[in-house]
């Protein structure tokens, strides 16, 4: 029995002994991260402007079925369609040009 904790002791020192050599630089991790970041922004934009122009064409469709069938609800409804499309592509600009991206 003291031959077995001894082995666990001794595998627990070398276990915290070599915490330490685990350790990186925190500023390159952080440097690596934004270059990541700034690496997967432009498909992003992108995939904003994609979903935008779905979101449109299904918004298009829905307007004109409420149109079609005399809904008195029509012009909220297309402004509804309209903005979400609009803030898709307001926001993937805005946020290119004030990180500078």
């Known amino acids: 029995m003291k031959s077995s904790l001894r082995i666990h002791l ?3 020192a070398l276990g915290l002994l070599s915490l330490p050599l685990l350790a990186q630089d925190g500023n390159a991790g952080i440097d ?3 270059s990541m970041v700034r690496g997967y922004f432009e498909s992003g934009t992108q995939l904003m402007y994609a979903v935008g122009a779905i979101l449109g064409l299904i918004g298009a469709v829905k307007v004109f079925q409420k149109w079609n069938g005399g809904d008195q609800d029509t012009n909220k409804s297309a402004a509804a369609w309209f903005g979400s499309c ?3 592509v307001v926001v993937a600009t805005v946020i290119k ?3 500078n991206i």
């Open 97 to 99: 040009s004030f990180f």
């Open 32 to 34: 690596e991260a934004n």
């Open 10 to 12: 001794l595998t627990l």
């Open 86 to 88: 609009v803030f898709l």
